[in-house]
């Protein structure tokens, strides 16, 4: 199956502090890359974070990290010190090799940072 | 990051007509480029995946004959949507992979069939 859940439609966050967005997929494969994509009101898609599979270190970029559980096939999102400007719908996502690298999307989370 | 545009940024047309949207990577060279459709408030459903010099591989449910994708070159895919209808107006988006692990996204078209 090429599947990729996130659980959460919606979520709020005061401004400064950190919150965590949930994302789970399917695969049977071993190698394989997972991103986080923000699209804000523009609708602009913007490449937050990536994580190959075969690397066990976390990706970190600034204020956002990833957790990621291979074994759960979890990969989880955290913003640190939230910003307005961090408002958006985040996107988890999933290149399928085995399916002609196609790139496949969970269904988003709405996150609003207020002040 | 890598460049992705696409054009144009909105486009309506009349219903019956057909309608060519351009995805160019500007600084890196696509190995693959996929296209997307988004409605409002939802997530980015794959209509095909498309390859340097071969023929795009189309999702299930997705009109070949109706969206026909066209990847000539390693830097330019075209979506043309051809005998368009009210019901293909929508938000496409185009998005581009490097030799990397990025997939780079233009700014997308919002098409409106009138």
């Known amino acids: 199956a090429q599947t990729v859940t996130q659980s959460q439609p919606e979520m709020s966050v005061q401004e400064a502090e950190t919150v965590t967005l949930s994302c789970t997929y399917d695969t049977s494969e071993n190698n394989y890359y997972l991103f986080w994509y923000k699209q804000p009101p523009s609708r602009q898609m913007i490449l937050v974070i990536r994580?190959?599979?075969?690397?066990?270190q976390n990706a970190t970029e600034n204020r956002f990290s990833v957790n990621f559980q291979k074994a759960a096939k979890s990969f989880s999102l955290k913003i640190s010190d939230s910003q307005l400007g961090d408002t958006a719908m985040y996107f988890c996502a999933f290149i399928y090799m085995e399916y002609g690298n196609k790139l496949v999307f969970g269904a988003g989370t709405i996150l609003r940072v207020k002040s | 990051g890598a460049v992705v545009s696409q054009h144009p940024s909105r486009v309506i047309c009349k219903s019956g007509t057909s309608v060519k949207i351009e995805c160019r990577s500007l600084d890196f060279q696509a190995t693959t480029m996929f296209w997307y459709r988004q409605f409002p408030k939802q997530s980015l459903m794959l209509m095909a995946t498309?390859?340097?010099?071969?023929?795009?591989?189309?999702e299930q449910g997705v009109e070949k004959d109706k969206f026909l994708i066209n990847h000539a070159s390693l830097t330019l895919s075209t979506l043309t949507v051809t005998s368009a209808h009210p019901e293909d107006s929508s938000f496409y988006i185009c998005?581009?992979?490097?030799?990397?692990?990025?997939?780079?996204f233009g700014q997308g078209t919002r098409l409106t069939v009138v």
């Open positions: 994580q190959e599979a075969y690397k066990q």
């Open positions: 498309s390859n340097e010099g071969s023929k795009a591989t189309y």
């Open positions: 998005s581009a992979r490097d030799m990397g692990t990025g997939a780079f």
